[in-house]
C-alpha cells in the first residue's frame, strides 16, 4: 500500500481536537496546493501533501482544486469558491464550510464529522460516502446532490434543501431523522424509475448504451486516467432538447464528442443531418461496445450514417479543420480539459470557421469563458431530470464569435476584418 492510500484510510482522531488557526498568504497557498498536486499525481512519490490543518481559508477561490487527501482539518472555508474541488478521502473534520460553494465537488469518501455546513451549496455535488456525523447541514443546498451511502446519523440537516420545494415545504426544524431517510428512499426510487427510462434506447434497438461504469474497473493505457470521469451516457431527452439549441441544418457540421463512452450520444446525433459523427474514447472496452452499438443501430429517423468511434486519448485527437460541434459531459478535470480546449482554439485561429461546443453539466465553463473566441449562447430550458439536476440549467452552448478579443498577435485579419464595419466578414 503506498503511503497515499494510508492517509486515506488512516484514523483521523476526535472532531474537537482542532489545530490553533494559522495564517495562510496566497502565494504559500499555491506552493502547497502545487506540491500536493505533484504529490498525488506520483502516487506520493513527489511533492508533499497539503498540511492545511487550523488554516484560515476564508473567502479563499480554490475552484477546480485538487485536494484529495489533503489535510483541512479545522480549517476556515467560510464563504470559499469550492466549485468542482476534488476533495476525496480528504480531512475536513471540524473545518468552518458555511455557505461555502460546493457545486460539483467531489467529496466520496471525505471526512466531514463535525464540520459546519450552514448555508452551504452542495448541489450537483458527489457525497458518496462521506463521513457527515455531527456536521451541521441546516439551510444547506442538497438538491442534485449524490447522497448515496454518505453516513448522516446525528448530522444536522433540518430545512436542508433536499430534492423538491414541495418537500422542503414539509421539512422543519422538529422534523425527525426518519424523515430524511423517507426523503432519500423516495430519492432512490425516482432514481431507479429514471434508469429504466433510460434505457429504452437499449430496449428498442438491442443496445448497451445504459450504465454507470468506474474507469478504476476498466483496462486504460492513459496518463490521464486520473484526471477523467466515469461512464454515465446523457440521457435521450436531455440529448434532443440540447439538439433543439443548435441550427436547423447541421450538413456542413462534424459532430465530435469528446469521452464518447459507449457511444450513445453518436446514435441519438445520428437522427439529425450531420456531416459526419465522431467519437473519441480512451477507453478501448467502451470503444469496442460503441462499434457494436453503431453496427446495430437501425432508426427510421437515422440522417447520418457516417458514424465513426476512435479509440485515442482526448489530448492527442486532432481536431477537424472543418466547422465542427463539440460535445463534452464532464468527461475531464480541470488538466484534460484544458489541453483540449488549447487544441480546439489552436485550430480555430489556424483556420477561423463556426464552431459550437455544447458543454453538459459545465462544471469548468469558465475554462471556455476564458478561450476569448467563444461567447455562450440562450439555451431553451432542460426537461426536469431527476437524476441530474444541475445548478447551471444543465447546459451551456457556446457559439464562435470572431469580433470577440482575441490576442492581436494571432488574430488573422480574416477573422476580425469588418467588426463593426461596413462589409463584414462573417463566418458561418
Known amino acids: 500500500m503506498r503511503d497515499m492510500d494510508r492517509v486515506i484510510d488512516a484514523p483521523q482522531g476526535r472532531a474537537s481536537d482542532r489545530p490553533p488557526v494559522r495564517e495562510v498568504p496566497l502565494g504559500q497557498l499555491e506552493e502547497i496546493l502545487e506540491a500536493h498536486r505533484k504529490w498525488v499525481k506520483s502516487k506520493g512519490r513527489q511533492g508533499k501533501r497539503a498540511d492545511l490543518g487550523g488554516a484560515n481559508l476564508r473567502g479563499a477561490d480554490l475552484r ?5 487527501a489533503a489535510n483541512l482539518h ?5 464563504g ?3 466549485r468542482a474541488v476534488d476533495f476525496r478521502g480528504a480531512n475536513l473534520r471540524g473545518a468552518d464550510l458555511r455557505e461555502v460553494f460546493l457545486s460539483a465537488a467531489n467529496l466520496n469518501g471525505a471526512d466531514l464529522r463535525g ?13 458518496h460516502g462521506a463521513e457527515l456525523r455531527g456536521a451541521d447541514l441546516r439551510g444547506a443546498n442538497l438538491r442534485g446532490a449524490y447522497l448515496h451511502g454518505p453516513n ?18 414539509s421539512l422543519s426544524e422538529r422534523s425527525s431523522p426518519a424523515t430524511l431517510n423517507l426523503i432519500l428512499i423516495i430519492k432512490n426510487l425516482i432514481y431507479r424509475w429514471r434508469q429504466y427510462l433510460d434505457r429504452r434506447l437499449d430496449r428498442e434497438f438491442l443496445l448497451d448504451t445504459s450504465g454507470h461504469m468506474e474507469l478504476a474497473d476498466l483496462d486504460i493505457d492513459s496518463d490521464n486516467k486520473e484526471f477523467s470521469s466515469h461512464y454515465e451516457p446523457t440521457p435521450v431527452r436531455i440529448l434532443r432538447s440540447i439538439f433543439s439549441n443548435l441550427p436547423d441544418d447541421l450538413s456542413e457540421f462534424i459532430f465530435i464528442d469528446f469521452g464518447s463512452g459507449k457511444g450513445r450520444t ?46 485515442m486519448d482526448a489530448t492527442t485527437f486532432p481536431i477537424p479543420t472543418e466547422k465542427s460541434i463539440f460535445y463534452f459531459f464532464d ?6 480539459m484544458l489541453q483540449v480546449l488549447n487544441n480546439i ?3 480555430y485561429l489556424d483556420n477561423p470557421r463556426k464552431i459550437f461546443i455544447t458543454y453538459y453539466v459545465p462544471r469548468l465553463s469558465y475554462l471556455i469563458d476564458d478561450l476569448g473566441f467563444m461567447q455562450q449562447v440562450e439555451t431553451k430550458p432542460l426537461p426536469t431530470d431527476f437524476l441530474r439536476s444541475y445548478r447551471w440549467g444543465g447546459v451551456a452552448i457556446y457559439e464562435s464569435h470572431p469580433c470577440t478579443a482575441l490576442d492581436a498577435s494571432v488574430v488573422t485579419i480574416e477573422a476580425t476584418r469588418g467588426c463593426g464595419s461596413e462589409n463584414p466578414v462573417i463566418i458561418r
Open 331 to 336: 468527461p475531464f478535470s480541470e488538466e484534460v
Open 152 to 169: 448522516l446519523r446525528t448530522a444536522h440537516v433540518f430545512v436542508a434543501n433536499l430534492i423538491m420545494r414541495k418537500v422542503e415545504r
Open 80 to 82: 470559499a469558491d469550492l
Open 266 to 311: 453518436l446514435l441519438v446525433s445520428s437522427d439529425y443531418n450531420f456531416k459526419r459523427i465522431i467519437g473519441v474514447e480512451f477507453s478501448k472496452e467502451l470503444h469496442l461496445i460503441a462499434q457494436n452499438n453503431i453496427r446495430a443501430y437501425r432508426s427510421k429517423k437515422q440522417r447520418c450514417f457516417d458514424i465513426e468511434s476512435v479509440c
Open 64 to 68: 477546480g482544486a485538487d485536494c484529495r
Open 74 to 78: 479545522g480549517a476556515n472555508l467560510h
Open 115 to 127: 464540520a459546519d455546513l450552514r448555508g452551504a451549496d452542495l448541489f450537483a455535488a458527489f457525497v
Open 345 to 347: 482554439k489552436k485550430s
